[in-house]
């Protein structure tokens, strides 16, 4: 079965970095786009960034964009966001998302706090 595993959310200061990972099984990992979504609570779910199969053309979100950092290493079936200069409003849960053919799938999600 799909399963996606997100790891390395935790409390931040302001201005600080993060690296969130993302551990996927069950499909074929190298055929996909993967995705990093963020929901802030009261607030959408809202894509943060996306990559495709082969690693190009990734695409972010305004607010992230400079900042964040999408890669994805297909020996490891793992998708990475690196998160630097890190704002409070970056505060949210942060999934992992693969859209896969036969059906949409998510992580747990993993806590994101930027506070001082």
């Known amino acids: 079965q799909v399963q996606l595993v997100e790891s390395g959310g935790g409390l931040v200061q302001p201005g600080g970095s993060l690296r969130l990972s993302c551990a996927a099984s069950g499909f074929t990992f190298s055929s996909y786009t993967m995705s990093w979504y963020r929901q802030a609570p009261g607030k959408e779910r809202e894509l943060v960034a996306a990559i495709t199969s082969a690693g190009g053309s990734p695409n972010y979100a305004g607010s992230v964009k400079g900042r964040f950092t999408i890669s994805r290493d297909n020996a490891k079936n793992t998708v990475y966001l690196q998160m630097n200069s890190l704002k409070p409003e970056d505060t949210a849960v942060y999934y992992c998302?693969?859209?896969?053919?036969?059906?949409?799938?998510w992580g747990q999600g993993t806590q994101v706090t930027v506070s001082s």
């Open positions: 998302n693969a859209d896969l053919w036969w059906g949409d799938y």
